[in-house]
């Protein structure tokens, strides 16, 4: 019997769904199949017939019907791109401006924590941000735009020498952190524990690595005219790859800017 076509798994796996996540930890017999989904026997006699065409689910004797070497990787592959697509429906219902995927950022949906704005809290995403850089005790990151808040607590960290602190920004950004906040500038790069490096390339959004070891976190920003309108936290292991891997060739494509000796 052939193999079933792509489009032929992605058709069965979305009528029949609530079957593969059924059997997803254990074997289930039709019995069970019935009492735990609500449904009629013959509808659970159809999805396993169907699902048994496919080579996604066997019968075993001794216990009842379970997913296959292919039903297995099917259904995990499946789950995620829900969770994905959930992640994704939601920022956009919340008018959270929805990175496209063009820079590999889809690892950052899965398993993501969204904070969004709120007609009662528009500067809810910012708020989130800003007190959990503020208690990183390790900060590396590339943002596309300045805001005033960032400079205040990136000033904290560098006044206080309380976390290690490390930024790669676009040409434009560096000049207007020179020019619009001179003072909290000065200081920044005087300061050991904060580094400013500048990068000719771009990203449509903000990127943020916070902690170490098995504390870290990370984050994805949107940012719209108004300011940050939402923020994807993730600490999965898949996330915190992707986001350490574009952090460090932002890294690697930019120029450390020199720190001045410290005035004795």
Same mark, same amino acid.
């Given at each position: ?126 708020? !989130?941000?800003?007190? +959990?850089? $503020? =208690? /990183? ?6 943002? %596309?735009? *300045?805001? &005033? ?5 990136? !000033?904290?960290?560098? +006044?206080? $020498? =309380? /976390? ?6 676009? %040409?434009? *950004?560096? &000049? ?89």
């Amino acid at each position: 019997m052939p193999s079933p076509t792509t489009e032929e798994i992605i058709d069965l796996v979305t009528r029949r769904w609530d079957v593969l996540e059924s059997l997803s930890d254990r074997a289930l017999s039709k019995p069970e199949l019935e009492a735990t989904l609500g449904v009629s026997r013959s509808t659970v006699d159809r999805a396993i017939g169907e699902l048994e065409a496919a080579s996604m689910v066997v019968r075993d004797p001794s216990s009842g019907y379970r997913l296959t070497e292919l039903g297995r990787p099917v259904y995990r592959l499946c789950k995620r791109t829900r969770r994905c697509l959930d992640a994704v429906t939601e920022a956009h219902s919340h008018g959270s401006a929805v990175p496209s995927g063009a820079n590999g950022e889809l690892p950052m949906y899965d398993g993501a924590t969204l904070v969004s704005s709120e007609p009662h809290v528009p500067d809810k995403p910012l708020q !989130h941000l800003l007190d +959990t850089m $503020r =208690e /990183a005790e390790s900060l590396r990151g590339y943002t %596309p735009v *300045v805001l &005033q808040q960032y400079v205040e607590v990136c !000033h904290e960290h560098a +006044t206080r $020498r =309380e /976390a290690d602190v490390e930024l790669v920004v676009p %040409p434009q *950004v560096h &000049q207007c952190l020179r020019t619009t906040y001179p003072d909290e500038y000065r200081r920044a790069r005087r300061a050991s524990c904060v580094r400013l490096h500048e990068t000719s390339a771009s990203l449509p959004f903000g990127l943020l690595l916070f902690g170490e070891g098995a504390d870290r976190t990370c984050a994805l920003v949107s940012y719209s005219k108004a300011g940050a309108t939402g923020v994807l936290f993730n600490d999965t292991a898949s996330a915190i790859g992707w986001a350490t891997q574009t952090y460090r060739e932002l890294k690697a494509d930019s120029t450390p800017v020199d720190q001045p000796k410290a005035t004795q």
